[in-house]
């Protein structure tokens, strides 16, 4: 059973920092692009971060210069690096991967892992 699995979530004050995981098992052919996006209450799901599987990101305006992406291919997990958090980057937190099971390519979503900024 292929799923992606999450962790790296909790409770941090504003300016800390926080690292998210997202790692990839089961029956895994290969991986395309990897991402993170996030929904906060009321709000829809925003897409944070994305990496492709050559390495190359994205970053949704509001977390440039504050947030990193990275992968490890060998472990199939892909990363998050949050730094300087502030309130509004309260949400929870998913986990997004291309992967390719046998011929065909999915799109794969984690459980999501909640990240609360808060004093």
């Known amino acids: 059973q292929v799923q992606l699995v999450e962790s790296g979530g909790g409770l941090v004050q504003p300016g800390g920092s926080l690292r998210l995981s997202c790692a990839a098992s089961?029956?895994?052919?290969?991986?395309?692009?990897m991402g993170w996006y996030r929904q906060a209450p009321g709000k829809q799901r925003e897409l944070v971060a994305a990496?492709?599987?050559?390495?190359?990101?994205n970053y949704a305006d509001s977390v440039k210069g504050r947030f990193n992406i990275f992968r490890n291919n060998a472990k199939n997990t892909v990363y998050l690096r949050m730094n300087s958090l502030k309130p509004e980057d309260t949400a929870l937190y998913y986990c997004n991967a291309h992967l390719v099971v046998g011929r065909d390519e999915y799109d794969y979503w984690g459980q999501g892992t909640q990240v609360t900024v808060s004093s």
């Open positions: 089961g029956s895994i052919r290969s991986i395309n692009a």
């Open positions: 990496i492709t599987s050559g390495g190359s990101t």
